[in-house]
Structures are given as C-alpha cells and as structure tokens.
C-alpha cells in the first residue's frame, strides 16, 4: 500500500509506476524536493507489487499508452 499523501501525488499523475513496480516520470516541476528524493529510482516492495500488479497493468496500457489526440 501506498501511503495516503503518495498515493494522491499518483492520482493527480504527478509521477508513474510502471507495470514492473518502477516509479517513473517524476514531476520535478510540480513536487516538492522531499518527494522528488523520495520517489527519484523508487520501486514497489515485490509483496506490494504482486497485490497491484494488475491494476498497474492497467493503467500504464488504458491511460498512458493511449496516443494522444493533438
């Protein structure tokens, strides 16, 4: 589980996890240095990652991967 003031910065797309747990596409310009250490090179505990895994999946295919429309 993420906690509750992560998991908001991943609702609001202010950084990524990938499929395979990795956290990427930091928002610099929009986090405070704190997060932006906390996150920078961050990855899922494997046990987190097997309970979410398909929700990632999900996701990082329906949302992310969708060509943009410009």
């Keep these: 589980m993420l906690r509750a003031d992560i ?6 797309d202010l950084f990524k ?3 395979a747990g ?3 596409d930091v928002d610099m310009d929009n986090l405070s240095d704190n997060y932006i250490t906390l996150l920078l090179d961050a ?3 494997p046990s987190t990652l ?3 895994k398909k ?3 999900y996701k ?11």
Excluded: F, G, M, T
């Design 22 to 24: 990795n956290v990427v």
């Design 43 to 45: 990855k899922l505990e």
């Design 7 to 12: 998991l908001q910065l991943y609702d609001a």
């Design 60 to 70: 990082w295919h329906s949302i992310y991967e969708k060509p943009s429309l410009n």
């Design 50 to 52: 097997n309970r979410v």
């Design 17 to 19: 996890i990938d499929p």
């Design 55 to 57: 929700c990632l999946e």
